[in-house]
Nanobody, 123 residues
């Protein structure tokens, strides 16, 4: 079964950091573009970051540019999201996503989703 499983979410104080990980299993996602999205209560799912199959190209939403960094390890079949300088408005469920073509920006065009991991930024 092809699936993505996120981990690393939790409670962090404003200004703190978290590192999310997404482990892919089943198929080899090394040829897929990968990305991260988030969804806060009552809001639409929001694109955050995308990375191409080789890891050589990445793009970010303006809301997280300079604070979040996406990376991947195709040997381990994982993708990560390093989140720094977290703000209360970053509180949401964070989702890993895979698409056969780069980039992963539109939720409607995603081929695979993880189940999500909660990130709460609060003092």
């Amino acid at each position: 079964q092809d699936q993505l499983v996120e981990s690393g979410g939790g409670l962090v104080q404003p200004g703190g950091s978290l590192r999310l990980a997404c482990a892919a299993s089943g198929r080899t996602f090394s040829t897929y573009a990968m990305g991260w999205f988030r969804q806060a209560p009552g809001k639409k799912r929001e694109f955050l970051a995308t990375i191409n199959w080789s890891g050589g190209t990445a793009a970010y939403a303006d809301s997280v540019k300079g604070r979040f960094t996406i990376s991947r390890d195709n040997v381990k079949n994982t993708v990560s999201l390093q989140m720094n300088s977290l703000k209360p408005e970053d509180t949401a469920v964070y989702y890993c996503a895979a698409r056969s073509q780069y980039p992963t920006v539109m939720p409607s065009m995603i081929d695979y989703w993880g189940q999500g991991t909660q990130v709460t930024v609060s003092s």
